[in-house]
């Protein structure tokens, strides 16, 4: 058994709580205990800093580094990864960096839907994640992506030496145990669908989308009636494009208590119209584990193993997710949960969770230095 320094800035929380994404590094710690291991959780307060200094950090470069011995541990896991920069280079030889994204991909995927003169500056950032990861792969002894595209991404930098590609490695995301409901059964007798915008839909990459999506249902508005609830004060912007949808009953909340209050079974859709990041889209993940149905895009599927699964619709432009809100809408809601539903969704937790703690087993099983 290892005995495990874990470092971040972000508390581990089991239910996202703060609207930082801190359900991943809780789940990874409570793993890591029921594998036997010794965590010792080192929060580290961020502070208020200029944006400057919040940029040189999203890339890893800290003017100061952490003052203590860390030469008793096995490993140490840095979380995200450009907290790195904050340890001291003596000890990352044996660090963990739990990305959990790409920051190339992450930057290349902002700077294709960035215009005007910014595309020049998304451009810089994507040019100096290239060079972050580089630098990062040189010293660590693993970088792990929640992201099987992150990580093929990651192995075709060209800046980043082959023996160190080996380095990258791909732990699938765990579904947040606790914001799932144990067991399926509460099925909503609604005949009308809910369409749910949660997560962070960034306003400066996805406005566009989400108005060329208002267009469309307005075109329709007279002829079916739309309910939506858009949570999150980072999403509140939404919420000026959506009153001028006709039809559309629209309810928004800058926070919700409980998560599976917006979780019920043959009713409520969730809408992750998700067009820049990287990894996995964690709110896709979860509405999939609570057995709802889901509209996103390419983007926001991507490292799910969705194949098979009924309820999930993609669509590759704002049109189409237009389109699939519509199909929805007209469609009845009290009829589309069944056993055979329930079961498909219980099963892809249990495949999801065990890919999950298999791999994360075999990254530490890995020799000490």
Sequence with gaps: MKKIAFFTYINPSPINAGGEPSGLPWEVIQSLKRQGHTVDLHLVERGHSSRVTGTLHRYGLYLKKIDIDLSPYDFIIAYPESFVGYLSRQYRHKVIALGP???????????KSASGWKKLYRWICYQ???????????????????GCTDAL???RNPYVAADDREKIVFLRHPILSEVVRAKLDDVKTSTQRRFVFAGFIDERFHRSFIEAIADALDEVG????LQCIVLGKANRWMTEVFRRVRGCDMEYMDWIEDYNEVCMLGQDVHCLPIVTGAGTKNRTLTAIANGLEVVTT??????????????????????????????LCHSGASNTVSESWIKERMAFRARTTRAYEEKLDEIMRDKAE
């Design 153 to 155: 991404w990651m192995k």
């Design 101 to 111: 994204d790409s920051p190339s991909l992450r930057d290349a995927r902002i700077y």
């Design 128 to 146: 100096w994640a290239l060079l972050h990861e580089r630098q990062l792969l040189r010293d660590i002894k693993k970088m792990v992506v929640v």
């Design 222 to 225: 007279g002829e079916v009636k």
């Design 298 to 327: 390419p983007m926001g599927i991507e490292n799910i193993m969705y194949k098979g699964l009924k309820g999930v619709y993609i669509a590759s432009s704002a049109r189409q997710f237009a389109e699939k809100i519509l199909y």
